[in-house]
Structure formats: C-alpha cells, structure tokens
C-alpha cells in the first residue's frame, strides 16, 4: 500500500506562503489522484485542492491563493500557499485513494500562521 509523507510546514507570518510536498512511496505519476486536507484544532477535517492527472480542483476558501501541482521527477506533489491568514492555521494532509476505495493519509504537516 502506498505511503505518503508530508513536509514543508512551519510558523508564517500573515500575507506570507509556504509551500508543502507530499512524498509518496510510490511514482506520484501512477496515482490517479492526491488530494490536500487540513484539520484545525476543534474542526473537522475539510478539503482544500485535488489533482487528477488532467485537472485540478479547489475549494473555494483557496481558490487564487492556494495552488496544487506535480513535480514528476521528485515524485511530490506540491502545494503552495500564498496571502496566508491566521484562520488558515491547521495540519495539513495529503491523501490518495487506492485499490478498494480505501483513503490513504500521510502523518501530516503543521501550519502555523502568526505574527
């Protein structure tokens, strides 16, 4: 089963961008699709961006801040996150489904947006 790690977290000042990476133990390429999560404290999990191998999806609460791609040759897919603001403070996840509908999570990356 496909493991996936993510990195890329840290302590951002409001306005500033990070960007994440989720590694996989398998070739990103063969994945038909990796998704990004985020989980605040007290919150429910919710959807941030998707990436098939033909199109990209986004929640609205991201869209012209957020932006989801694939770095073939690192075999990562990325997120960069511009305009930052405490309220997007949270854990951070990627996720992939695999054989059987099974939902695949990676250990996750804090975000921190604070000055």
């Known amino acids: 089963q496909v493991q996936l790690v993510e990195s890329g977290g840290g302590l951002v000042q409001p306005g500033g961008s990070l960007r994440l990476s989720c590694g996989a133990s398998e070739r990103i390429f063969n994945l038909n699709r990796v998704d990004w999560y985020r989980q605040a404290p007290g919150k429910e999990r919710e959807f941030i961006a998707t990436?098939?191998?033909?199109?990209?999806n986004y929640a609205d609460f991201v869209k012209g801040r957020f932006t989801i791609s694939r770095d073939n040759p690192n075999n990562t897919v990325e997120l960069q996150m511009n305009s930052l603001q405490p309220e997007d403070t949270a854990v951070y996840y990627c996720s992939t489904l695999v054989a059987g509908g099974v939902r695949v999570w990676g250990q996750g990356t804090q975000v921190t947006v604070s000055s």
């Open positions: 990436i098939t191998r033909t199109r990209t």
